[in-house]
């Protein structure tokens, strides 16, 4: 009799096994679909058909953005757009430009520091002297020489602005850095960039620059 039970009870698991292996597409009667299938709009999928159809109907209905509108936290756009081929009208431009968030403390300059070990020490190294472990010296197999942010004249003296700039867009061999870093990001870098200038200039002695200015 325990055989049989048991017997019995494998046979139904088995059973129920089978008929659950079936995908079922069909969700049978739905009872008020619109409750079952929502029908609102995610406020940015609507296309361009479907505002067409609305259109159609009498209603206006936008879901873009109001023109200039800025993200909640990002800051506001930087206002020199990339110099055409052989102009440098924005690149002087943008010397005039201030950075736009205010000097990091010693805690956001922890982060702005990672930032620049991760995303330029490889080039203009890590002790910004534009020999990173890419150049080294010349032998590469970067070719070209990264800015010489302590040694180099013409970088210690490089406005903020006119940096951001470079970063954004690239200079000549250096790429840009508009999809690594985002204009915070790339203002903090400078700022490190010009922590690390001043407190250079404060340990060198000031006769240094006066022969390599360009
Ligand atoms: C792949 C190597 C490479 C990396 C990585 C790199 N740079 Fe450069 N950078 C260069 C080279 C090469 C130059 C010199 C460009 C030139 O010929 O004027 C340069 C120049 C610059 C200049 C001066 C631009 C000018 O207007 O003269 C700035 C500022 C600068 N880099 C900032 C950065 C920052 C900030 C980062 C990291 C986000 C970075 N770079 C990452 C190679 C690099």
Known sequence: ?????????????????????????????????????????????????????LLDQGIHY????????????ELMPFPFPKDAQGDSTNYVASKQFKSQIPTPDSIQMIEAERLFLVNCAICHGPKLDGNGPLYRQGEGPFPAAPANFIGGAQYKSMPEGQMFYSVAYGKNKMGSYASQLNSRQRWMVIAYIKSKQAAAASQAPATTDSTAKK
């Open 1 to 53: 009799m325990k055989k049989l039970s048991i017997i019995f009870s494998l046979l139904v698991i088995i059973a129920l096994v089978f008929s659950c292996s079936e995908v079922k597409r069909d969700p049978g009667r739905v009872y008020m679909p619109d409750m079952a299938y929502s029908r609102a709009y995610e406020t940015y999928s609507v296309t361009d058909e479907q505002r067409k159809a």
């Open 62 to 73: 936008s879901n873009i953005p109001v023109e200039g509108t800025i993200k909640r936290g």
